[in-house]
């Protein structure tokens, strides 16, 4: 985590997500990754690794962001930009763009 926010910071209410493949597992314990499954209307699942400081009200005031480095969140197919640095895909998004934060 430390080497992805040497590499990018993000500005404002964006946030950097690493995207993880959603696995589906059988009642028999087999694991089925998402590629193998019609994922067309499922949201994508990742790991906040950067945030920004805050959504700016109209009134000048930063509003911290509700989310946080190490969550791991959903959010829409199409949500975020997607950029690789290295050899990484990473999506950087505005934090609306998260559907929510997924618990433990």
């Known amino acids: 985590m ?4 040497n590499k990018i ?8 997500v690493q995207p993880q493949e959603a696995e589906t597992t059988t ?3 087999i694991v089925i990754p998402d ?3 019609d994922s067309r209307e499922k949201p994508g699942r990742g790991k906040i690794v950067a ?7 109209n009134d000048g005031k930063v509003f911290p962001l509700q989310v946080k480095v190490g969550d ?5 197919k199409y949500a975020g ?4 640095l ?3 895909d990473y999506l950087v998004m505005r934090e609306e763009d998260i559907m929510g934060v997924l618990e433990d």
């Open 2 to 5: 430390s080497q992805m926010s």
């Open 9 to 16: 910071r993000p500005l404002a209410d964006r946030v950097v």
């Open 27 to 29: 009642a028999g314990g």
């Open 35 to 37: 590629t193998a499954t």
């Open 51 to 57: 945030v920004g400081t805050g959504r700016m009200g």
């Open 72 to 76: 791991k969140v959903l959010f829409g």
């Open 81 to 84: 930009t997607n950029v690789k």
């Open 86 to 88: 290295d050899t990484q």
